[in-house]
């Protein structure tokens, strides 16, 4: 069973930086995706950036582009999102969650960790 958890939460002022970390267990990740999604009050939730474990592939959503760094620490099976120049929309939940690459669908999550950036 695959199992995300995630960690690195916290309350950081606008143009602060944090690191969430993801922490994978339960399967061998070379045939996933892993990707960080958020979801604030009353929005929908967004992917804000993906990794292909097999060949480092990275995809980045406009609202994150320049800004947030999704990385891998493979003998640690922990994937990370550093999150940079943060703004008070940034203010969220984050989720780490993953699928197989041949599924379209995320279908694993973790708990989620609560970012909130101050004015």
């Known amino acids: 069973q695959v199992q995300l958890v995630e960690s690195g939460g916290g309350l950081v002022q606008a143009g602060g930086s944090l690191r969430l970390s993801c922490a994978a267990s339960?399967?061998?990740?070379?045939?996933?995706?892993i990707g960080w999604f958020r979801q604030a009050p009353g929005k929908e939730r967004e992917l804000l950036t993906s990794?292909?474990?097999?060949?480092?592939?990275?995809y980045y959503g406009d609202s994150v582009k320049g800004r947030f760094t999704i990385s891998r620490d493979n003998a640690k099976n922990t994937v990370y999102l550093q999150m940079n120049s943060l703004k008070p929309e940034d203010t969220a939940v984050y989720y780490c969650?993953?699928?197989?690459?041949?599924?379209?669908?995320?279908?694993?999550w973790g708990q989620g960790t609560q970012v909130t950036v101050s004015s």
């Open positions: 969650a993953a699928r197989k690459a041949s599924m379209y669908r995320y279908n694993y």
């Open positions: 339960g399967r061998t990740f070379s045939e996933y995706f």
């Open positions: 990794f292909k474990w097999s060949d480092g592939s990275t």
